[in-house]
């Protein structure tokens, strides 16, 4: 999976948000992880306008097999991918990785490929159409991350992450955010 991302070397194995997974969460990750708003606007409660976004690529290429599966869409289309780093003061707080297929960002106005370093948190619970179809929850060891995405969020330990599909409309995309120690340290 490296040629397609620069986070991990190979797929993390996701699983299914079904009753009794949130009681199997750490109470800290738990907040995280069924957070219904917005990620940046929590980090923003606890860090202010220090929030920053860097873009660690945004490309199209081809979705993993179950990023696809999700989106229902073939694996050999096409979708914007865009990977990130949310951090303030020099902590890194979560890595995230955006699956847009086309026909989203044909109906956004191509608003979702035109982002740059603004996080997509505030553009898409900007949305009031905005709708959560389905997550899922992983705990990621640090040998399936690349060395840069290792770096990246001084990630020593196993990471927790979900993976969520949202609708705008009917058009879906996929966010997948990974909760670095740091941001597990911000309350509410």
Not at 124 to 133: G, I, S, T, V
Request: glycine share 6%; hydrophobic share 40%; net charge positive.
């Amino acid at each position: 999976m490296n040629t397609r991302s620069l986070l991990f070397q190979q797929q993390p194995r996701w699983l299914k948000n079904r009753q009794g997974t949130r009681q199997q969460l750490p109470e800290a990750v738990q907040s995280w992880v069924y957070e219904t708003g917005s990620l940046t606007a929590r980090l923003r409660r606890h860090y202010g306008n220090r929030v920053a976004v860097k873009v660690l690529q945004q490309r199209w290429s081809k979705p993993s097999p179950s990023e696809a599966k999700l989106l229902r869409q073939p694996q050999t289309r096409y979708a914007l991918i865009r990977e990130v780093l949310l951090y303030a003061d020099s902590q890194p707080l979560i890595l995230a990785r955006t699956v847009i297929p086309q026909r989203t960002i044909k109906a956004t106005h191509g608003s979702l490929a035109r982002l740059g370093t603004r996080p997509l948190g505030e553009v898409l619970f900007a949305d009031p159409n905005l709708a959560r179809e389905a997550m899922e929850v992983v705990l990621v060891t640090p040998r399936i991350w690349t060395q840069t995405a290792r770096d990246l969020g001084d990630i020593t330990q196993p990471v927790w992450g979900r993976r969520t599909v949202y609708a705008l409309e009917g058009n879906t995309m996929l966010v997948a955010e990974f909760f670095l120690l740091d941001a597990l340290g911000c309350g509410k």
